[in-house]
């Protein structure tokens, strides 16, 4: 039987940071402007001592709280995360002991971003359907905010904070819904578009790594914080993504009319837009949440598919197509009977 997803619960910092807030902290950034282009109007910020693993401790026990069950069940965790607690040991250890799970779990991390979600997707898939488990959680969290230089106006604007729980399973019974494929690709010559050049074993922090940069547009950063080539990502974006999606319908003998709902990365709005206008999709069927709470990284698929799940959007029985894409390059589909 396949793997389905039986669960999604996720949870956001309380904190919360408009647009009109970053204007006033900041007057001489046109934020209308640069709000417009990337379709972001809110986000939740995590405070100084709220970390990713923090975050993923609450979706957890809000999907324990709807699924008892998965507490005793669950026997592995694949933990997606770039915002680590500790160098070592990696979040999905710290995640075990803190919601008390038994010994026999496999826990392992992946640092995947923006294609994390199905990155994590196709790992717990291929465990579950191995044998190696019976069901996972597969954890998304991230706290970007603690890698933006607060000066560099295109990434504090766009990103968020926050953490899904995605509880997987076997189908039971006549049930034969669950994962139904999943692709993966890296374009890893161009894993400088978007990096944090400082901080790791190749190039320790410094004087030298925290000095200011202006860029062309006016952001500021430094070398300890995310560097961001905006356009280079949607041209990697427009060009690489559309084939992707294209291929896996092919190999699954479907067309875009097949599928209900499109969940894409919601990197921004320019890139939902392209997409959308790219595979000639009806904007009806791209679901998006990202004005309310931003780029959640790996965390905005899951979170993207329980609201829609709360609005009626998606609904059991549906045919989904999920695809995230960004730091690596990376990129990654999956078409999900839901």
Same mark, same amino acid.
């Given at each position: 039987?396949?793997?389905?997803?039986?669960?999604?619960?996720?949870?956001?910092?309380?904190?919360?940071?408009?647009?009109?807030?970053?204007?006033?902290?900041?007057?001489?950034?046109?934020?209308?402007?640069?709000?417009?282009?990337?379709?972001?109007?809110?986000?939740?910020?995590?405070?100084?001592?709220?970390?990713?693993?923090?975050?993923?401790?609450?979706?957890?026990?809000?999907?324990?709280?709807?699924?008892?069950?998965?507490?005793?069940?669950?026997?592995?965790?694949?933990?997606?995360?770039?915002?680590?607690?500790?160098?070592?040991?990696?979040?999905?250890?710290?995640?075990?002991?803190?919601?008390?799970?038994?010994?026999?779990?496999?826990?392992?991390?992946?640092?995947?971003?923006?294609?994390?979600?199905?990155? @994590?997707?196709?790992?717990?898939?291929?465990?579950?359907?191995?044998? !190696?488990? #019976?069901?996972? &959680?597969?954890? =998304?969290?991230? %706290?970007?905010?603690?890698?933006?230089?607060?000066?560099?106006?295109?990434?504090?604007?766009?990103?968020?904070?926050?953490?899904?729980?995605?509880?997987?399973?076997?189908?039971?019974?006549?049930?034969?819904?669950?994962?139904?494929?999943?692709?993966?690709?890296?374009?890893?010559?161009?894993?400088?578009?978007?990096?944090?050049?400082?901080?790791?074993?190749?190039?320790?922090?410094?004087?030298?790594?925290?000095?200011?940069?202006?860029?062309?547009?006016?952001?500021?950063?430094?070398?300890?914080?995310?560097?961001?080539?905006?356009? @280079?990502?949607?041209?990697?974006?427009?060009?690489?993504?559309?084939? !992707?999606? #294209?291929?896996? &319908?092919?190999? =699954?003998?479907? %067309?875009?009319?097949?599928?209900?709902?499109?969940?894409?990365?919601?990197?921004?709005?320019?890139?939902?837009?392209?997409?959308?206008?790219?595979?000639?999709?009806?904007?009806?069927?791209?679901?998006?949440?990202?004005?309310?709470?931003?780029?959640?990284?790996?965390?905005?698929?899951?979170?993207?598919?329980?609201?829609?799940?709360?609005?009626?959007?998606?609904?059991?029985?549906?045919?989904?197509?999920?695809?995230?894409?960004?730091?690596?390059?990376?990129?990654?589909?999956?078409?999900?009977?839901?």
């Amino acid at each position: 039987m396949p793997v389905q997803i039986a669960q999604i619960e996720y949870h956001l910092p309380a904190k919360l940071v408009t647009n009109e807030m970053l204007a006033a902290e900041n007057p001489l950034w046109d934020v209308s402007n640069v709000a417009t282009r990337m379709g972001v109007l809110s986000r939740r910020i995590a405070e100084p001592t709220e970390t990713a693993l923090d975050l993923a401790v609450a979706a957890c026990e809000k999907l324990f709280a709807a699924r008892p069950e998965a507490r005793e069940q669950a026997d592995a965790i694949v933990f997606c995360t770039q915002s680590l607690d500790y160098v070592m040991p990696p979040n999905s250890c710290v995640l075990h002991q803190r919601l008390g799970l038994a010994e026999n779990v496999f826990a392992i991390d992946i640092n995947s971003a923006c294609a994390g979600f199905v990155h @994590g997707l196709g790992l717990a898939n291929s465990l579950i359907l191995s044998g !190696q488990a #019976r069901s996972a &959680l597969l954890i =998304n969290a991230d %706290t970007y905010s603690k890698f933006i230089h607060p000066k560099d106006r295109s990434t504090r604007l766009l990103f968020g904070d926050g953490a899904a729980a995605t509880w997987l399973t076997r189908s039971q019974g006549d049930d034969a819904r669950g994962v139904r494929d999943v692709v993966c690709a890296t374009w890893g010559k161009m894993h400088d578009k978007f990096i944090i050049p400082a901080g790791g074993c190749r190039l320790p922090k410094s004087a030298e790594t925290s000095a200011e940069i202006t860029r062309d547009k006016g952001g500021v950063t430094t070398q300890e914080h995310i560097n961001m080539d905006g356009m @280079g990502i949607l041209t990697f974006v427009t060009t690489k993504v559309p084939q !992707q999606v #294209r291929e896996l &319908l092919t190999r =699954n003998k479907l %067309t875009t009319d097949d599928i209900d709902v499109f969940f894409f990365h919601q990197a921004s709005k320019v890139a939902l837009e392209s997409l959308t206008r790219a595979l000639r999709l009806d904007p009806a069927k791209v679901y998006s949440n990202l004005p309310q709470i931003g780029n959640l990284v790996s965390a905005s698929i899951p979170v993207a598919m329980r609201d829609a799940m709360d609005q009626g959007a998606l609904k059991r029985g549906s045919k989904v197509l999920a695809c995230g894409f960004g730091v690596g390059l990376t990129w990654a589909s999956a078409i999900i009977d839901f």
